[in-house]
């Protein structure tokens, strides 16, 4: 089924335009994102829920050019030149150009992230996400949803080794979305609720995460399992307080979460704080979100009009940045 599934995409490409002309240019966005419920079990194969940053956003041009270059915040030279942490970047500009435009010329590649890097809000899938659309409209290509997942993928495995295809999903998402074993469908949510994302301004590393978790579940198998499995039941419990409008049940699903991520080790001094502040000025549940050892809080507020002093809380507490972002019938996102 896999190799049926592989020549079908490759007759889709070949059958779509895929040379890139002088003068022409191609554009792309992908957007941040937090996960609510369900890190670490989700590499178990357990769900998890995310919700979109929508306001937060990593963009790419391309254009026709001597030779292949980048241009960025962080490097502008040639892309065979680019530095080690650029390698998820490179493998998503040779895999969508590998695919959706094999007869295409060298190109210059402007990239723009307001996405905070390795704080786990989708920084390395949003930027790989915003270079497949760039590729693909450059050349007048059309691939599908399937596609376009696989080809972030390639970069995020560079980026994080065996990634769940998670972020892959979350970044392209314009709604919440339940993702299980490989499949992504939208999260349904009953009323608007407003979250606040803290920064602590301290990188987290997914990949270090997840390999601690599976090193202390190699020298305690019952125990590990024991909360990768209420970590799972919480992601399924909370995407039901989504569709009944629990905000409520969801917060203290969210204080239970963090609770057991600081179990397992992959909370900080940071996280816990902003976690604590968090709470302390009345927020319904506070957790960290990502991989965890550094990154960001995620704080349920009781109303919209309640997120600026939880906010403002929460910068007090020595978050580097905050953003609000309402999900819902009324969703939108601010950034502070």
């Excluded at 590649?109 to 996405?115: A, E, M, R, Y």
């Excluded at 270079?131 to 290509?141: C, E, K, P, Q, S």
């Excluded at 490989?182 to 407003?194: D, H, N, Q, Y």
Aim: a negative charge.
């Amino acid at each position: 089924m896999t190799s049926q599934r592989h020549d079908h995409r490759n007759a889709t490409a070949r059958a779509r335009p895929s040379s890139l002309r002088e003068g022409s240019t191609g554009t792309g966005r992908g957007h941040g994102k937090a996960i609510l419920l369900g890190e670490h079990s989700i590499v178990y194969e357990g769900p998890a829920i995310a919700l979109p940053l929508l306001e937060m956003n990593a963009t790419a041009s391309i254009r026709a050019a001597p030779e292949a270059r980048i241009a960025s915040d962080l490097y502008e030279g040639a892309v065979d030149g680019a530095p080690a942490r650029f390698a998820p970047i490179v493998e998503a500009v040779r895999a969508a150009r590998a695919v959706l435009a094999p007869g295409a010329g060298p190109f210059e590649l402007t990239l723009h992230s307001d996405i905070p890097y390795e704080r786990g809000l989708g920084s390395s899938a949003a930027t790989a996400a915003a270079i497949v659309t760039a590729v693909a409209d450059a050349v007048g290509a059309a691939p599908d949803e399937d596609t376009r997942h696989e080809l972030i993928q390639r970069a995020e495995r560079v980026a994080h080794g065996a990634p769940s295809g998670l972020d892959a999903r979350a970044v392209v998402a314009p709604t919440p979305i339940r993702f299980d074993r490989g499949r992504a469908e939208p999260a349904g949510v009953a009323s608007p609720l407003t979250f606040v994302v803290a920064d602590t301004g301290v990188r987290g590393s997914t990949r270090e995460a997840v390999a601690s978790v599976r090193a202390r579940r190699e020298a305690d198998r019952a125990g590990i399992d024991a909360v990768i499995r209420r970590l799972a039941t919480l992601a399924d419990e909370a995407a039901a307080d989504l569709v009944d409008g629990r905000a409520d049940a969801l917060g203290d699903r969210m204080n239970e979460a963090h609770a057991l991520l600081v179990r397992i080790d992959v909370s900080s001094h940071e996280l816990d704080a902003l976690v604590v502040a968090a709470t302390a000025a009345g927020a319904l549940g506070a957790k960290l979100t990502g991989g965890g050892r550094g990154g960001c809080v995620l704080a349920l507020a009781p109303s919209r009009e309640d997120a600026p002093p939880l906010a403002s809380a929460l910068v007090a507490a020595g978050a580097a940045r905050v953003w609000t972002t309402t999900v819902g019938a009324s969703s939108n996102q601010e950034a502070e």
